[in-house]
């Protein structure tokens, strides 16, 4: 349980750093999702209880390379550091740094005790710094921030206790937390500059601390620019800064560089007092990275990753696929034996538990994928990948960092369009937004299982031919990604492109029990998706096949009645009143059914299609898995309905075509306008729609059934 009125502990680092991993080290369970105040973005706090401060909240800051805020992250990280209104003002800051790349990190550690809070730093990773050779003085690098250092190793728990302790006692007693006035050294031009500006603060934002006033001013020095989208800024600062810099450039000045040039001046001046380093060498990490970022064998590398992966979500899945298959049939046929038939028997089975159980059964695969992605993140090697993409993306106008975002698009669009936020220019924001749909999410992971599936069963004859199909749809889709991007940044987007920096973290271990909560959270988004969203549509798609009652004359087959009962329902005639639009495209009106459903959600295609041909199958029929199913449909003519030309054309469409509400509602909640979302819908849909035309009718042409 968290304390509402507890105090307040901010984690703030560089990214890479642990930060996360350490969060969860300290507050375990009790994590909590929620919206910074006054803001979308999400942000988590966690439960910590010490033994003289009694329960504390830990808020994980998002990771920041300074408090320049220049992206959103970054404005989020210095609001939340500095307690700008609306968000509450920390008791302390807990600064993780990398002891591997120490001096780096110890910029931002100076810009938060610039802010006159307490702050404790943790010095994370120092087994690996160990292992490289490499030494920090802890006590002399304690005299020269004056804040109390801990070592720790976040991944392994080490050195948590005496963080604890430390956290704890600096809140009894802020004094051990803070230094006193350690400024950024500036010569009298600069403290021109920042005094001009202090002067234009709001009394809100510096509380009466002449210090944290001169912090704020050099912060809004460094972040307030003629192209920057900072919020809620004060026009008084805005002209304040901008003057400043319009003389400064006449003067032949750089206030960037000033201000960054002390900061770091300081840092060197006294890292050999406490940093002691060995002689050079090449690292595991330098010679792995010879391998996976070189221009050719790194990016093979990658797409054979990729290969091992999709070929696993069915190899390793389907043993967990068969037996919660086999579980929501036992469940069907249990509760049908024990109720008496009728409409709320019929609902509950083929609606409730046939519908959402055809939908449960891909939840091995899911996990699975969040565990991959979890572990390329865990380990770096999702750096090296946007190192590899940045070569191709810069020929798009965006840079590597852009397929970050895209590539957590593979799991889902909606945090992937929320990472959006820690790229500096809105043009290459909204440029990534308008494409990360197209990203095969995990979403579509059901449609695909269910579609190859029926195409090709595992068997001897063709082993690798499902994953490989697999490979093929997420390359297909990442190709029209930046094939749009192309298109998109040359047209509604131009602008120039930015060069790519990017820090490259030394390969880690995976720190499993991170790994392993994300699966958690991300399954349980799912399944509260499965018992929510798609729950409600299956039941609505239900009551619409079985409504109104067809009229059916005494001795007519029972697997007659059910067709026909399927055909003159509402759903029925929804699905022929779409038919002669998608009927070019090699889909039924059946399909088309499926179709209407999944514009809710994709998934409800499969729950869909499970009600659908449950209510059009002979009763004895029911039990059968939806894979097989799907592949024994028949048309009037007695010809399949997903022959395999029809597969690829339902599985293009699913590629490209914009069915997700909730992509929709956070791009309208990004963009703060309703226009977005709406050309992100009509452009997927087109294209989605012309694409399936293309290898339907392409397709027939050149032969294939």
Not at 78 to 88: D, S, T
Not at 274 to 282: I, N, V, Y
Request: net charge negative; charged share 20%.
């Amino acid at each position: 349980m968290i304390a509402a009125n507890g105090k307040l502990v901010a984690l703030t680092g560089n990214p890479n750093t642990g930060k996360t991993t350490l969060f969860n080290q300290l507050t375990g369970s009790s994590a909590k999702v929620g919206n910074y105040p006054g803001v979308t973005v999400e942000h988590q706090v966690g439960a910590l209880r010490l033994d003289r401060a009694g329960p504390v909240r830990v808020m994980d800051v998002p990771g920041t390379y300074s408090l320049s805020a220049r992206s959103a992250e970054e404005q989020l990280a210095i609001r939340a550091i500095a307690g700008l209104q609306p968000i509450e003002r920390p008791d302390l800051v807990v600064a993780v740094v990398d002891s591997t790349q120490l001096t780096r990190n110890l910029y931002l550690v100076l810009q938060v005790i610039e802010m006159g809070l307490p702050v404790v730093v943790a010095l994370n990773m120092v087994d690996q710094l160990e292992h490289r050779g490499d030494e920090v003085d802890v006590e002399a690098l304690e005299r020269e921030l004056s804040v109390p250092i801990v070592p720790i190793v976040a991944s392994r728990g080490e050195g948590l206790d005496q963080l604890r302790r430390t956290v704890d006692d600096v809140l009894a007693t802020p004094a051990l937390g803070l230094p006193g006035w350690r400024g950024t050294p500036a010569g009298p031009e600069l403290e021109l500059d920042i005094e001009t500006v202090a002067l234009e603060l709001p009394d809100d934002w510096w509380q009466g601390d002449t210090n944290r006033r001169r912090a704020l001013a050099l912060w809004a020095l460094l972040s307030v620019d003629i192209d920057d989208e900072l919020n809620a800024i004060p026009d008084s600062v805005r002209r304040a800064v901008l003057d400043r810099r319009a003389l400064a450039e006449v003067g032949g000045r750089e206030i960037d560089r000033e201000v960054i040039a002390g900061r770091y001046a300081w840092i060197d001046e006294r890292a050999d007092g406490f940093l002691t380093s060995a002689p050079e060498k090449k690292t595991l990490t330098d010679r792995v990275d010879r391998v996976l970022l070189h221009p050719l064998v790194g990016f093979a590398t990658f797409v054979v990753l990729m290969a091992v992966v999709f070929q696993s979500l069915f190899t390793w899945a389907d043993p967990a696929i068969d037996a919660i298959e086999s579980l929501v049939g036992t469940v069907g046929s249990t509760v049908e034996g024990a109720l008496p038939a009728g409409f709320l028997t019929d609902l509950l089975v083929s609606g409730v538990i046939g519908g959402v159980g055809s939908v449960l059964v891909f939840l091995p695969q899911i996990l699975l994928l969040f565990f991959f992605i979890g572990l390329m993140e865990d380990t770096g090697y999702m750096a090296r990948v946007a190192f590899l993409m940045d070569r191709i993306m810069k020929a798009i106008g965006l840079h590597g960092r852009a397929f970050v975002p895209m590539l957590s698009g593979y799991a889902c669009a909606v945090p992937a369009i929320l990472g959006t936020r820690t790229m500096e220019r809105r043009r290459d924001r909204m440029l990534t937004m308008m494409v990360v749909p197209l990203m095969t999410c995990s979403a579509r992971l059901p449609v695909y299982g269910l579609l190859i599936a029926a195409l090709y069963p595992p068997n001897e004859e063709a082993p690798f031919a499902q994953g490989m199909l697999m490979v093929a749809m997420y390359l297909f889709s990442t190709v029209i990604a930046l094939l749009c991007a192309f298109v998109l940044g040359r047209t509604l987007f131009k602008g120039p492109r930015v060069p790519l920096i990017l820090e490259m973290p030394p390969y880690r271990i995976p720190h499993w029990p991170s790994v392993l909560r994300m699966m958690w959270q991300k399954s349980r988004i799912f399944l509260r998706e499965a018992g929510t969203v798609i729950l409600v549509c299956t039941i609505a798609m239900w009551l619409l096949l079985s409504f109104p009652k067809s009229e059916v004359e005494p001795g007519v087959d029972a697997e007659v009645a059910a067709g026909l009962q399927v055909r003159e329902s509402y759903a029925g005639e929804l699905g022929r009143l779409l038919e002669p639009v998608i009927e070019p495209l090699g889909f039924d009106w059946k399909i088309g059914i499926g179709l209407i459903g999944a514009f809710a959600a994709r998934e409800v295609f499969v729950s869909t299609m499970a009600v659908v041909y449950d209510l059009s199958e002979d009763e004895d029929e029911t039990s059968v898995a939806l894979r097989d199913r799907v592949r024994s449909q028949r048309r009037p003519d007695g010809s399949p309905v997903f022959t395999p030309l029809t597969c690829f054309s339902l599985m293009v469409f699913f590629a490209l075509a914009c069915q997700c509400m909730s992509t929709l509602a956070v791009v309208k909640r990004e963009t703060g306008s309703y226009g977005w979302p709406v050309f992100m819908f009509a452009y997927m849909t087109v294209l989605a729609w012309v694409s399936s035309l293309v290898v339907y009718q392409g397709g027939r042409l050149l032969g294939f059934e």
